[in-house]
């Protein structure tokens, strides 16, 4: 089963590699993990997807909260977070197929981000599992590149970690 | 106030009470010799290798509870001062280790002597930092000891490319106190916690303390010794906690674990409450978790809480530091009712340490020999023990009345003993010394001999010379393995011969019947001295 683990990390050069360090030092396995910065420019957020396999979060959030530049760890609820991924997918596209895909891209709440007489390039940002729908959608009309974000969450209510 | 990025260090170093700095010159730290020359309150130690530099510091910070500091340069420097640190951090031993590094505006592009130190300690550091600006310097050492010494100790590194050591920083301000977000280790034991935990140990009728490392780390022995004869509990130590209480102590029923006597062993997997004090559950001492977490309820005390449930599940988890928690614990007025258990146990230890010892025709037997050294060492004695063989064999026969045992209980570092020893002489002249090794690991650190020497320590070193290296002999010759490869120690040196070049006595045994009156002489000895004696390298930890 996945689980996603919020932390707040010190936004300072090298907190990346202790953390990325951890995961294999510890064999711990990392399905995607974003970062960036948050509303207080010191702190940054990580998103961290695990396999809890073991039931091995525990020992993750434990391990994760040892380090010093970690501030805060919270593992969230499944049920009650708003979880996002950002995808850009070119696929091969021409006058024959742009409406096709476009229709599509209607159905699943993506758009056009770059256009050429041979290719599309989209963006869809959603939850992982409809984000692959889209990309299985997709696959038909030739993809030629896909870059994905990893997951990015907050859990959901007026609360903060 | 102007002042360069090295005198900062050396301010630095002397606001956090440090006196005696261990370390090896280079190019990158040429800045910091030159502070260290003008420094007439830090002493120095010139090791012969980086790692002992490490090894050192660990002996002098393990009976002093002070932060241990090392010092070496950039590349090969930081590199061989690697296993010295890996080894501190296996064993929780405050240390801030600093390492010189090539010019800032040049790291990156590989030049002469440069390496990535703190990528490559991250895994075993507990943390570590690259200065890029000397001003930095004030905070980076006040947060460097305090996180080395506080919660559970360990190694923290901090790179300093030699630029930071020249940059001068004017107004420079040293913190009094620092906060760091991010570090908050906790010091107490949840008052409800320790009420459940209490009102479990009043019910065991066959209650075990299992006591570690920690509880020297958290400079609890007194409360661990306080809080075992107020509660009865008999005691069983993991390696790392050998020497918490004197070997014929009552209470005390030995060292657990794959190379531990069968009554510690019994007593703990006959428990019905088993209750662990600073430690963590490794390998070697609790051979296999599961089975025991499925046996017996467990409380597991440590101040590190990723330490609870990593190797074994507790039902009753505390958290904090130990010599306040066992102090909380008696305060709550906890009582075990275990006197049969313990009679049990202790008519147990008593056939178990009345075992007699093999001999053989021109060689000595380490476990006489060893138990004979422990009855004539003094109560404040210190004994610092190799790996390998003499190591297991200090641990099951060494009858230690008060004296401290160290050794590499985590890493099993070959070569830790003479380092470790210099590191207590250092801090402590006048205390009795031992080093015990094996001739393999002492070829591993034999070349501090001239740190020996040239600080004029007493220290006696035990060398017991099988030829082979014993352990992994040992483990070669069962299954699955076919035989014995690459332990045999072909080309020893001729070891008093070793000794003497660096002006140190030696003595040989190869007799049983002279042991007592050549270990009477060996510790009457004045100045170093090194006893090498005999051992056949037939003779197995079991024997």
Redesign the interface.
């Known amino acids: 089963m996945k689980q996603t683990i919020s932390v707040l990390?010190?936004n300072r050069a090298?907190v990346l590699?202790?953390v990325a360090?951890?995961f294999s030092?510890r064999a711990f396995n990392i399905d995607s993990l974003a970062v960036g910065v948050t509303d207080d420019p010191s702190l940054s957020r990580m998103t961290i997807i695990v396999d809890n396999g073991n039931n091995v979060v525990?020992?993750v959030e434990?391990?994760l909260?040892?380090?010093?530049?970690?501030?805060k760890v919270r593992t969230l609820d499944e049920g009650n977070m708003i979880g996002r991924e950002l995808m850009i997918i070119k696929v091969s596209a021409n006058k024959n197929n742009r409406e096709h895909i476009m229709t599509i891209c209607n159905i699943c709440g993506a758009k056009a981000a770059d256009i050429s007489p041979t290719s599309m390039t989209l963006e869809i940002s959603d939850t992982p599992d409809r984000v692959d729908v889209f990309e299985d959608m997709m696959r038909p009309f030739n993809i030629l590149e896909v870059a994905r974000t990893g997951v990015i969450a907050l859990q959901k209510g007026g609360g903060k970690i | 106030m102007e002042m360069t990025g090295a005198q900062i260090l050396m301010e630095g170093l002397a606001r956090e009470g440090v006196e005696h700095v261990f370390g090896y010159a280079g190019a990158t730290i040429c800045p910091i010799a030159d502070a260290l020359r003008e420094d007439p309150n830090l002493d120095y130690t010139l090791v012969r290798t980086e790692q002992n530099a490490g090894h050192m510091a660990s002996g002098y910070a393990r009976v002093t509870g002070k932060t241990g500091v090392c010092i070496v340069t950039s590349g090969p420097g930081a590199t061989n001062l690697i296993t010295g640190v890996a080894t501190a951090y296996m064993d929780s031993i405050p240390m801030v280790a600093i390492t010189g590094q090539v010019p800032s505006n040049l790291i990156g592009r590989d030049i002469f002597q440069e390496v990535d130190i703190t990528g490559a300690v991250t895994p075993f550091t507990k943390h570590c930092y690259l200065v890029k600006d000397a001003a930095q310097l004030p905070v980076v050492l006040k947060e460097a000891f305090h996180i080395a010494s506080t919660g559970r100790p360990g190694p923290v590194l901090i790179d300093i490319p030699i630029d930071v050591q020249e940059q001068l920083v004017h107004d420079v301000i040293f913190p009094e106190e620092i906060r760091i977000r991010g570090y908050n280790p906790s010091v107490r034991g949840n008052d409800k916690q320790i009420a459940n935990v209490a009102a479990a140990i009043g019910m065991a009728k066959r209650p075990v303390i299992c006591a570690g490392g920690g509880v020297f780390l958290a400079h609890a022995e007194a409360e661990l010794r306080a809080f075992a004869e107020s509660t009865g509990i008999p005691v069983v130590t993991t390696m790392m906690g050998l020497s918490l209480l004197p070997t014929e102590h009552p209470l005390n029923m030995g060292m657990i674990g794959a190379h531990g006597n069968t009554t510690a062993n019994k007593a703990l997997v006959k428990s019905d409450l088993l209750i662990m004090i600073g430690t963590r559950v490794a390998d070697r001492a609790i051979v296999s978790p599961d089975e025991i977490q499925k046996r017996m309820a467990n409380i597991h005390i440590d101040v590190d809480p990723a330490e609870i449930g990593k190797n074994m599940q507790s039902a009753l988890p505390l958290v904090g530091n130990a010599k306040v928690i066992l102090r909380q614990l008696m305060e709550r007025g906890a009582k075990a009712d275990c006197g049969e258990w313990r009679e049990t146990l202790q008519e147990l230890r008593r056939t178990n340490l009345g075992r007699g010892y093999p001999t053989k025709e021109g060689y000595v037997f380490p476990g006489r020999l060893l138990r004979l050294l422990g009855e004539r060492l003094k109560e404040d004695a210190a004994v610092c023990v190799d790996v390998g063989q003499n190591q297991i064999w200090a641990c099951k026969h060494l009858r230690l009345r008060g004296v401290r045992f160290l050794t590499s209980g985590g890493l099993g570092t070959m070569g830790y003993a003479i380092p470790c020893a210099v590191g207590v002489k250092t801090a402590q002249p006048g205390r009795q010394v031992v080093a015990v090794c094996g001739d393999g690991s002492f070829q591993m650190s034999m070349n501090e001999l001239a740190a020996v020497k040239a600080g004029g320590f007493d220290l006696k070193i035990v060398l017991f010379r099988n030829g082979v290296l014993g352990l992994v002999n040992q483990i070669q010759g069962k299954e699955p393995y076919h035989g014995p490869f690459g332990v045999r120690l072909d080309g020893d040196p001729d070891f008093a011969a070793i000794a003497g070049a660096y002006g140190i006595p030696s003595m040989t045994l190869r007799d049983e019947g002279k042991v007592e009156e050549t270990l009477d002489g060996f510790l009457a000895a004045k100045g170093p001295c090194l006893l090498i004696a005999e051992v056949s390298p037939e003779w197995k930890t079991t024997d």
């Open positions: 990390v010190e090298g590699n202790r360090s951890l030092r525990e020992q434990k391990q909260n040892k380090l010093v530049e970690v501030i």
